[in-house]
């Protein structure tokens, strides 16, 4: 064993933070070497010295005071809070529980998926548009696919097109007359004028 | 922690105010001891030990350490950091190293401590004197040790070193003390 190692060991074993085990190997070393316990002998007159003669001094009583001051402000402080901390815990108990409650409801009402795809709606919305223009001509029209027999996407995108006045079946002409081509329409709500009838196919 | 501290403590947090006097009054010598050493005159450490305290107070309430006296040196040394820094502000902390390799703080060492400006004084003892003429860190660590009774785990924490670095910088001091004070003990050999 080192005795730089041995050194450390004795200052450790001071302050009580060696290891039963190595405090018994510390006392084998010890009993061994001479320069360890030589060590360990003027370590212990050094610190008992210096303990005796280090500058201890004492605060002014105006320090003293001050401090006593702070202790009762702040002993003030906390007992002005402490009932309403006491008031508060079963209020704030309760206020979490409720929380909780709202959260767990929001949850459990939450709207549910629609079961049908993206798909699916965009042929409702063609079916309503539809019929409404074939209320409007009496009839005439080639019906798209219904919502049960659903088209590709594609076609359903360009149908919807159609419907909005954005395809290209508009004339040259029709394009640059001003207000000859309808607005679009809000397929959903509708709120703008009904298109013109169109022929599908 | 000490189960009279521990007991203090929890009377003074349910508003019994003697109860931190009695704490102040407990720990007054060893830390205004460990603060007039690392300030440079009584003026600082009064103000160091009064804010000490103050901080103390304001922090009972969530007081959860092991060792009350080495968590008041903690507070105590970072204001005597807090103060050297406003009163050096072009002092680099990390520009010189130690013998150990860990950076140097540079603390009330430097200027004279209370010791420092007694040098010419006949009644400090050589031992102070010598102390005095610690390095910084390991006169922390000396102070740390003799005059708070810190462990070195807890030394180690406030310094933010490993546990060795906390027991080279002991060491270090002691072997700079030992030929300082075998004159001292000598001389007391022979006075009769
Ligand atoms: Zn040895």
Not at chain 1, 41 to 67: C, F, Q, R, Y
Not at chain 1, 116 to 137: H, K, N, V, W
Not at chain 2, 22 to 44: A, Q, S
Not at chain 2, 153 to 169: D, M
């Amino acid at each position: 064993m080192r005795c730089k190692t041995i050194e450390r060991w004795t200052l450790l074993d001071r302050t009580g933070e060696l290891s039963p085990r190595r405090h018994g190997r510390l006392q084998t070393h010890l009993k061994a070497c001479d320069h360890c316990r030589a060590w360990r002998d003027s370590t212990e007159a050094i610190t008992a010295a210096a303990h005796g003669a280090l500058a201890t001094g004492t605060p002014s009583e105006v320090t003293m005071v001050n401090i006593r001051r702070e202790a009762r402000l702040r002993a003030r402080e906390a007992a002005r809070k402490r009932p309403l901390t006491l008031w508060l815990r079963p209020i704030s108990g309760l206020a979490a529980a409720a929380l909780c409650l709202i959260a767990m409801g929001g949850w459990w009402m939450r709207p549910t998926p629609d079961p049908f795809d993206g798909q699916a709606q965009l042929s409702t919305i063609l079916m309503m548009l539809t019929e409404e223009a074939m209320g409007s001509e009496g009839g005439g029209t080639t019906l798209p696919a219904t919502a049960d027999e659903p088209l590709s996407l594609d076609a359903l995108a360009s149908e919807l097109l159609a419907l909005q006045g954005m395809d290209a079946s508009y004339t040259e002409a029709e394009l640059r007359e001003p207000g000859g081509v309808p607005q679009a329409t809000d397929p959903l709500t509708r709120s703008r004028p009904a298109l013109p009838a169109r022929i599908y196919g | 922690m000490d189960s009279e501290d521990r007991r203090l403590i929890a009377q003074y947090r349910e508003g019994d105010v003697e109860s931190l006097s009695t704490l102040v009054e407990k720990y007054r010598r060893p830390l205004f001891g460990f603060i007039l050493n690392m300030t440079e005159g009584k003026g600082d450490a009064d103000d160091i030990f009064q804010e000490t305290w103050f901080r103390a107070i304001r922090g009972l309430a969530s007081y959860r350490q092991k060792n009350f006296m080495g968590w008041l040196v903690r507070i105590a040394r970072n204001l005597v950091i807090d103060r050297h820094r406003r009163q050096r502000p072009g002092v680099s902390l990390d520009a010189r190293h130690e013998e150990d390799g860990s950076p140097l703080i540079e603390l009330a060492d430097r200027a004279p401590g209370p010791l420092g400006r007694a040098a010419t004084r006949d009644d400090i003892s050589a031992v102070a004197l010598a102390v005095e003429s610690l390095p910084g860190e390991q006169k922390e660590v000396f102070l740390m040790r003799v005059q708070a009774g810190m462990s070195f785990r807890e030394i180690a924490v406030t310094q933010k070193v490993s546990i060795n670095t906390a027991l080279a910088r002991m060491q270090y001091a002691l072997t700079k003390l030992r030929p300082l004070l075998r004159a001292e003990f000598e001389n007391q050999r022979e006075t009769p």
